[in-house]
């Protein structure tokens, strides 16, 4: 009878590399999605968004600025090997999102749409980094320390987070974009729930 629970074998070299890639990639494809309707996302990367709408900065440039303190909390709880592949996958991100503008110009895209195909296609790059044991740097880390430290628990904490940006979106975004972003949000994170298994991936 074949084993219905088979041994997992890790990950190539190639495969972490192309997995980054891809990862990177689309998360770099979805910020543009949402730019390009003037929406947001919750996490580290909506407070890059709304700062990048507001400023006329690159996504990009300014998701890594924000990134930087919190790698040392990637450090800690995951180690050297996450914290690297977690430097490479940002900066790979940085550097697509600063060549999309340049390759792919969005002239009219109605916000249900960037916001259910940004989910999709956000959900699919966080996927492909979480089975590289990769992420994309932000508040996670954060908010496991805080769990850890003061027992409260992690997703209140991120919770907490994202009520506050998008608190803050309402006051300087039209409101029917920040309720469309919350859309997209929704469908980022119901991705996540339906298919990432945390016993077999661990960040």
């Known amino acids: 009878m074949k084993d219905a629970n088979p041994p997992l074998h890790p990950h190539t070299r190639a495969e972490d590399a192309q997995g980054i890639l891809f990862g990177a990639t689309m998360g770099a ?12 996302t919750g996490q580290l990367a909506g407070l890059a968004l709304l700062i990048s709408q507001g400023t006329g900065w690159n996504f990009g440039p300014v998701y890594l600025v924000l990134s930087l303190p919190f790698y040392g909390f990637g450090y800690r709880r995951l180690g050297a090997g996450f914290l690297r592949r977690t430097i490479a996958a940002v900066l790979l991100m940085v550097a697509v999102s600063l060549a999309l503008p340049r390759l ?49 628990r992690a997703g209140w904490v991120q919770m907490g987070f994202d009520a506050v940006l998008f608190a803050a979106a309402f006051a300087v975004m039209p ?28 960040v």
């Open 29 to 40: 494809f979805g910020a543009f999605l949402l730019a390009g309707a003037g929406l947001i």
């Open 104 to 152: 792919i110009h969005i002239d009219q895209i109605h916000p249900a749409a960037a916001a259910v195909l940004a989910g999709f296609v956000s959900g699919s790059a966080l996927l492909a980094l979480f089975r590289h044991r990769t992420s994309l740097g932000g508040i996670g880390a954060v908010a496991l320390d805080v769990q850890d430290r003061f027992g409260i």
């Open 175 to 202: 409101w029917d974009r920040v309720l469309w972003s919350g859309l997209g949000a929704a469908v980022l994170n119901l991705v996540i729930a339906i298919n990432h298994r945390r016993d077999r991936y661990i």
